[in-house]
């Protein structure tokens, strides 16, 4: 397959499977249009016996991104869909998307990929040799344009059982979190699961109702959000680019203790016996409605990491044992790797690959290889990763040029470099990504970041929304290229799509009427204000936080609220 095609596909791909992983491959993407991903390439189909090294989950998955903010950027998810959905309805929302693009025919399911490697003339042609194998064991050869490798980063379970001494003696039944599916078979049994991410504080939970007793194991600990944020709204929908310059400019350690008093309200963390040393922003947050209620009913119990393993019993590192265990569930995260790829092309130590903004390597002849979807977002990984796609495609078309490899290096240490500064040392640290930061990044790249300036002179009403609203994906498609048409529409309509679910029963209750947005106008501005007339003194008011809220105070109107 050689050139371009002339014609304007809007997602000419292929679909392949690499030893059970699915990834997309794009083969003719023409014109001006962009690819647009496929079905089921970021939420795999639940299956009892998942293939070894594919993405699986467990029955009970319910997504922690609201369906506004994980949306792809011109196709709004149903009114009528929960704003935190069910797996089953994100695939339901995946074959829409498919069947409403037309991409299902472009698609080749049940293929493995065996191997992907540079054609030898390929300082010329920057082509790839792909060598495939179907469902009866048939395998081809393929010759592509570009190639994107889209499995993600939660296929290959991190296991680490040389971190447990005496494991190999315990009598009882452990496995990793993946292979978890429902919690009837623990029924009146002992459980001890390890990590407190998302999976793990999930399945504890899920477990502690039928469990005799659920003992969830943490080294760190960890802070805990709710999906539900203030005034019932989904939390995500509350972070927009007004908080986002908040954050610019006030002391990291400032917004690591605001966030964390919010957090403390709920409940208190140290009080739980979760409270981390780490700052809030030091580490991914835990996304969890339930585990506060189990932990105050007493059907989850907190213990510190474990110590060793002595037959049926657990020993954690506060001397405490925990005897006649009967299932130990490893929610230890995952590695990632490219087995069917050159190391030599994208080379993965101890989970850290060299990829400049996460997407391409930076020293090939052409850049006609992209990684999507590798990053660990705080926010939505759909949109980041439909972004990247978009940049991709134009880079491939060569719309866009790469800055010079030595410019692409300099970048990636520079992140790297800001990762460890930032963030607890982990293999789960090394792909990490502020959602609104790394979209504006790639939109920049790609010509279609929202001017927020412009817009408050032409359009006012759109402009506020987008600065004071919720960063939604559509704000993406309002120019450049892929403009879509309805993107404007979709943000005026977005609350109405949060609400249309929650509206099931008839009520006489008047409408409430909406908040005003001045308070937070008028927040944004005295912080604005506090921290030009401060510029030089940062670090004495990061000793005593309490002291910069009351200074903040200062420069509110009177009967402006500030908590």
Excluded at 203 to 224: D, F
Excluded at 273 to 289: I, Y
Excluded at 458 to 484: A, I
Aim: aromatic letters at 10%.
């Amino acid at each position: 397959m050689k050139g371009w095609s002339p014609s304007a596909m809007k997602a000419a791909m292929t679909l392949e499977v690499s030893g059970g992983l699915r990834w997309v491959m794009m083969v003719h993407a023409g014109g001006g249009d962009e690819v647009l991903l496929p079905l089921s390439l970021w939420l795999c189909h639940l299956q009892e016996n998942p293939e070894p090294d594919r993405a699986s989950i467990y029955h009970s998955v319910i997504i922690n991104t609201s369906k506004e903010m994980m949306c792809f950027s011109d196709f709004p998810i149903p009114a009528e869909f929960p704003n935190f959905m069910h797996n089953s309805l994100i695939m339901d929302y995946f074959r829409m998307y498919a069947d409403h693009f037309q991409l299902t025919k472009h698609i080749r399911f049940n293929t493995k990929v065996l191997q992907i490697k540079r054609r030898s003339d390929f300082s010329r042609s920057g082509q790839w040799d792909v060598e495939t194998e179907n469902r009866d064991g048939k395998r081809e050869k393929h010759i592509f344009d570009a190639v994107m490798i889209c499995i993600g980063h939660h296929c290959q379970p991190n296991l680490p059982l040389h971190d447990f001494p005496g494991i190999e003696t315990f009598k009882g039944k452990y496995f990793h979190s993946r292979d978890y599916k429902t919690p009837e078979e623990w029924r009146n049994k002992k459980v001890v699961v390890i990590g407190i991410g998302n999976s793990g504080g999930d399945i504890a939970v899920e477990l502690s109702r039928v469990t005799k007793q659920l003992y969830l194991s943490t080294r760190r600990g960890a802070w805990i959000v709710n999906r539900v944020g203030i005034n019932g709204i989904p939390i995500d929908m509350l972070f927009n680019r007004a908080t986002r310059l908040i954050k610019s400019i006030l002391p990291f350690g400032v917004l690591c203790a605001l966030a964390e008093r919010q957090l403390d309200h709920r409940f208190n963390h140290a009080l739980y016996n979760l409270k981390p040393k780490h700052r809030f922003f030091s580490q991914h947050p835990t996304v969890n409605d339930e585990l506060p209620n189990r932990i105050l009913s007493g059907t989850v119990q907190v213990k510190p990491n474990i110590r060793r393993f002595l037959g049926s019993s657990v020993e954690f590192e506060d001397g405490s044992i925990v005897e006649d265990v009967d299932l130990v569930v490893f929610a230890t995260g995952y590695k990632f790797s490219y087995p069917f790829l050159d190391s030599r092309v994208v080379s993965v130590t101890e989970n850290k690959a060299s990829l400049y903004k996460y997407v391409f390597p930076p020293e090939l002849d052409h850049p006609t290889l992209a990684i999507i979807g590798l990053v660990q977002p705080l926010g939505a990984i759909m949109p980041i990763s439909e972004i990247q796609a978009r940049w991709a495609t134009q880079v491939f078309k060569g719309c866009i040029k790469l800055p010079p490899a030595a410019a692409m290096l300099r970048d990636i240490k520079c992140k790297q470099e800001a990762m460890a500064k930032r963030y607890v040392a982990s293999p789960r640290h090394t792909i990490q990504v502020d959602y609104v930061d790394y979209m504006d990044q790639i939109a920049e790249l790609v010509g279609v970041r929202p001017r927020i300036m412009r817009m408050l002179l032409t359009d006012p009403q759109l402009g506020l929304k987008v600065l004071l609203g919720p960063s939604t994906p559509y704000q993406y498609r309002l120019r450049g290229p892929g403009k879509w048409a309805g993107a404007r529409q979709a943000i005026f309509t977005q609350w109405e799509r949060v609400a249309k679910p929650l509206q099931t029963r008839l009520s006489d209750e008047p409408k409430p009427k909406k908040a005003s947005k001045w308070p937070l106008i008028m927040f944004t501005a005295a912080v604005g204000l506090w921290a030009y007339h401060h510029r030089n003194n940062f670090p004495a008011f990061l000793q005593d936080p309490t002291a910069l809220l009351d200074n903040i105070r200062a420069f509110l109107p009177s009967g402006c609220k500030f908590p």
